[in-house]
């Protein structure tokens, strides 16, 4: 019998990860930046930006992840929001505090 243990390569995205590498060591740097992460259902948006976050970490950033919600309008700063919420939630987050005392961040 053989036994097969989950990997966690990264297969065929290398030039987007590089992409997303750029806009992350930007932001070492000191720049603002963003990206947008974007395609069709399954081509695999989710691992590519769990492969950036896990990084981002190990580099010592803190990475906050929020959902969208496929609604007939359009909720501004929706994923932003939950993103917040679900961090300031976290006991002895490092996120909490900065939420607390920036009561429009509620």
């Known amino acids: 019998m053989v036994t097969r243990t989950p990997q966690r390569v990264l297969i065929g995205r290398s030039s987007e990860l590089d992409q997303l590498l750029g806009v992350l060591d930007g932001a070492a740097a000191g720049l603002a930046g963003v990206a947008l992460v974007g395609g069709d259902a399954g081509i695999g ?43 300031a939630a976290e006991p002895g987050g490092p996120v909490g505090p900065a939420v607390t005392a920036r009561p429009a961040l509620r």
Request: aromatic fraction near 4%; charge should be neutral.
């Open 45 to 87: 948006k989710t691992r590519i930006v769990t492969e950036l976050c896990d990084l981002a970490q190990r580099r010592g950033f803190v990475t906050l992840a929020g959902q969208c919600a496929e609604l007939g309008d359009a909720l501004p700063y929706l994923p932003l929001a939950d993103a917040l919420r679900t961090a």
